[in-house]
């Protein structure tokens, strides 16, 4: 009920109120009695002066009034007398005829003689009465009384009397009940004008901290934009000054996680690497593109790390790695092999396990092509070596006895092998320059037509000697183009020297170039063995040849095609086999007629 501030403040100023009114109104109440009954003592010491002597010798400062009381007493009829005196000095002795009174007693047996009340002749017997019936003052307070009383014994020749003044504290007790009447008004205004003051004081200060918290609610529902006005220089100013800072620190330390996680976000989004995150109960909490990918499956949100990655490592002993401990396995996922890290992030209750897809592929089959091309390479330079050293030993074991036109046929057979080395040792190493990129190119200005035409001219002989019937066709004047000419010429010489080998003699080949949109083109069709089908995209490749005993038998080396290749993707071109009509292969050659880059 009272959790409010408001209520907390109103409470405790009621309170304050209330205990001071309290507190208050019983001094009040005690300290007006007090007054009151020493003020009537007081005034009766100062007319019946000091009251301790029995005889009534007068000591008072109004010593007449005793000296007359007793003279009073001294005549008959003595009590009307004392009667006279009392009422001549009744203002003295604050008689007021209805809570005080005076009487005149018989000294001897109390009986009321004379009285100001009225009393019936009725006294109650209070000490002090009983004190001046046996002759002494009777003066004796006593607080818990609802009375107050003095008896005065007075002895004179003609009798003995008692002066008994009696105070019923009738005012006292009106004057008691009307403080508390007052007390009761005040303390009412006291509580109204407090609920007022504590509804001020809430208001300068509850307000501002309502304020504040307003202001900590909308900064706690992500709302930075307003700030809160610091109306005084006080504490609350101070509060509100502080939490404005603080909300522009953390702001900015929002903004900096927000930018980091912008980032991370893009660095997901974009890496080639698929990452998923699962949380410690192997919930998906994230899951790139990359890893749908590699994954080659969708992820959905709902998805969980044993569906994904159980059956390769447990979640629970993953969690259980120490970091910067992690472990890794090869996946097989379709034709791609992946490479995958499973790492625990942060501690056991709060973290997860983060996976990272690494894919191996390309890696793998480049390590397959390097070491097929090492086989390649030593077989090819294998077979060659083998004739010659046999042929070789031949020769030697013979000790002359072989004729003289075998031993030449021999020698032949061993100065064609080792050309043939020769050729393949050169178009390695221009392979190999060309993949290790530097591999010089001058590039020039050359014109493309004269170019085709050279080549043309020096295969015209090997040609006719085949009977094939080699034609140059060029449908317009060709232009010039930029790029190395000696290469360009090498690719030509493979792409026609290739048709002139793999054609059955008396074949037909044509020669045909011209341009297209800022490109020059160049085909070679002839009418030869083919190329089948299942070869066609593997005829680029290093050392592959569709038909081994005949490339060798011609002296091919299985590597022409893949320089053509290296050599005409420096240049930006393209080189590639076309689909026609009939039998027969033909390659065409496509360049652009300016370099827009140099690769060395
Ligand atoms: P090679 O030195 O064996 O000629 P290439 O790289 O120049 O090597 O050619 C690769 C293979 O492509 C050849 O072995 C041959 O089988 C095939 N080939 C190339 N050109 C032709 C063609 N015009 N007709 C038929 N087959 C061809």
């Known amino acids: 009920?009272?959790?409010?501030?408001?209520?907390?403040?109103?409470?405790?100023?009621?309170?304050?109120?209330?205990?001071?009114?309290?507190?208050?109104?019983?001094?009040?109440?005690?300290n007006v009695a007090s007054f009151y009954i020493d003020g009537f003592f007081e005034q009766m010491n100062d007319m019946f002066g000091s009251t301790s002597e029995a005889d009534g010798v007068a000591t008072a400062k109004n010593a007449s009034f005793m000296a007359d009381l007793l003279a009073a007493a001294d005549a008959p009829e003595g009590a009307t007398q004392m009667q006279k005196i009392l009422e001549a000095n009744a203002g003295s002795l604050g008689i007021d005829y209805r809570s005080r009174n005076y009487y005149v007693l018989d000294g001897a047996s109390g009986a009321v003689l004379a009285e100001s009340g009225e009393s019936g002749g009725v006294l109650a017997s209070t000490p002090n009465l009983i004190k001046a019936l046996n002759g002494d003052v009777g003066d004796r307070s006593d607080l818990t009384e609802d009375y107050m009383d003095v008896a005065i014994p007075i002895s004179g020749e003609e009798g003995r009397y008692i002066i008994y003044i009696l105070d019923n504290r009738d005012t006292v007790s009106n004057l008691n009940s009307q403080l508390f009447t007052i007390i009761m008004q005040a303390l009412v205004i006291g509580l109204l004008i407090s609920v007022l003051f504590s509804y001020l004081l809430s208001k300068t200060l509850v307000g501002p901290i309502e304020k504040v918290t307003e202001g900590a609610e909308r900064l706690a529902?992500?709302?930075?934009?307003?700030?809160?006005?610091?109306?005084?220089?006080?504490?609350?100013?101070?509060?509100?000054?502080?939490?404005?800072?603080?909300?522009?620190?953390?702001?900015?330390?929002?903004?900096?996680?927000?930018?980091?996680?912008?980032?991370?976000?893009?660095?997901?989004?974009?890496?080639?690497?698929?990452?998923?995150?699962?949380?410690?109960?192997?919930?998906?909490?994230?899951?790139?593109?990359?890893a749908t990918v590699l994954l080659q499956r969708s992820v959905p949100k709902e998805a969980v790390y044993d569906e994904l990655f159980g059956s390769i490592y447990p979640l629970e002993q993953i969690l259980a790695l120490q970091r910067p401990n992690?472990?890794?396995?090869?996946?097989?996922?379709?034709?791609?092999?992946?490479?995958?890290?499973?790492?625990?992030?942060?501690?056991?209750?709060?973290?997860?396990?983060?996976?990272?897809?690494?894919?191996?592929?390309?890696?793998?089959?480049?390590?397959?092509?390097?070491?097929?091309?090492?086989?390649?390479?030593?077989?090819?330079?294998?077979?060659?070596?083998?004739?010659?050293?046999?042929?070789?030993?031949?020769?030697?074991?013979?000790?002359?006895?072989?004729?003289?036109?075998?031993?030449?046929?021999?020698?032949?057979?061993?100065?064609?092998?080792?050309?043939?080395?020769?050729?393949?040792?050169?178009?390695?190493?221009?392979?190999?320059?060309?993949?290790?990129?530097?591999?010089?190119?001058?590039?020039?200005?050359?014109?493309?037509?004269?170019?085709?035409?050279?080549?043309?001219?020096?295969?015209?002989?090997?040609?006719?000697?085949?009977?094939?019937?080699?034609?140059?066709?060029?449908?317009?004047?060709?232009?010039?183009?930029?790029?190395?000419?000696?290469?360009?010429?090498?690719?030509?010489?493979?792409?026609?020297?290739?048709?002139?080998?793999?054609t059955p003699d008396g074949g037909r080949i044509l020669v045909t170039a011209g341009t297209t949109e800022g490109h020059v083109w160049m085909e070679v069709a002839d009418n030869g063995i083919g190329i089948p089908e299942k070869d066609r995209e593997h005829v680029f490749e290093r050392f592959y040849r569709v038909d081994k005993a005949r490339s060798r038998e011609s002296g091919g080396t299985g590597l022409g095609l893949s320089i053509a290749k290296e050599i005409v993707e420096r240049h930006q071109g393209t080189i590639r086999l076309t689909r026609h009509e009939g039998p027969g292969t033909t390659v065409r050659l496509t360049l652009p007629l300016r370099q827009t880059r140099w690769e060395a």
Do not use: W
């Not at 603080?246 to 900015?252: E, F, N, P, T, Y």
């Not at 001219?457 to 090997?462: G, H, Q, S, Y």
């Open 1 to 30: 009920m009272f959790k409010s501030l408001h209520m907390k403040l109103m409470l405790i100023m009621l309170l304050l109120i209330t205990s001071l009114m309290a507190t208050v109104g019983a001094f009040l109440t005690t």
């Open 221 to 290: 529902g992500g709302d930075f934009g307003n700030k809160l006005p610091v109306e005084s220089p006080d504490e609350i100013g101070i509060l509100t000054g502080t939490f404005n800072h603080m909300a522009d620190v953390l702001q900015d330390s929002l903004n900096a996680v927000e930018n980091e996680r912008n980032k991370l976000d893009t660095l997901f989004l974009h890496m080639t690497d698929g990452v998923a995150a699962f949380d410690h109960d192997g919930k998906l909490i994230h899951c790139n593109p990359a």
């Open 326 to 502: 992690y472990a890794d396995t090869e996946m097989v996922v379709g034709e791609k092999t992946l490479e995958a890290y499973f790492a625990p992030f942060s501690d056991r209750a709060s973290g997860g396990v983060l996976v990272v897809l690494h894919d191996e592929t390309e890696h793998h089959r480049s390590e397959e092509r390097r070491k097929e091309f090492v086989a390649n390479v030593s077989h090819e330079l294998r077979t060659p070596l083998t004739n010659v050293r046999s042929y070789a030993e031949t020769l030697r074991d013979s000790g002359g006895d072989i004729p003289r036109d075998t031993a030449d046929n021999f020698l032949d057979i061993i100065i064609n092998e080792t050309d043939r080395m020769t050729h393949i040792v050169q178009d390695l190493l221009t392979l190999s320059r060309l993949d290790a990129g530097n591999t010089e190119m001058s590039c020039a200005r050359f014109d493309f037509g004269s170019a085709i035409a050279s080549v043309v001219r020096a295969n015209a002989l090997e040609a006719q000697h085949r009977g094939h019937a080699l034609k140059l066709e060029l449908a317009q004047t060709l232009p010039i183009i930029e790029g190395d000419r000696q290469r360009l010429e090498q690719v030509m010489m493979n792409i026609l020297g290739n048709a002139i080998k793999y």
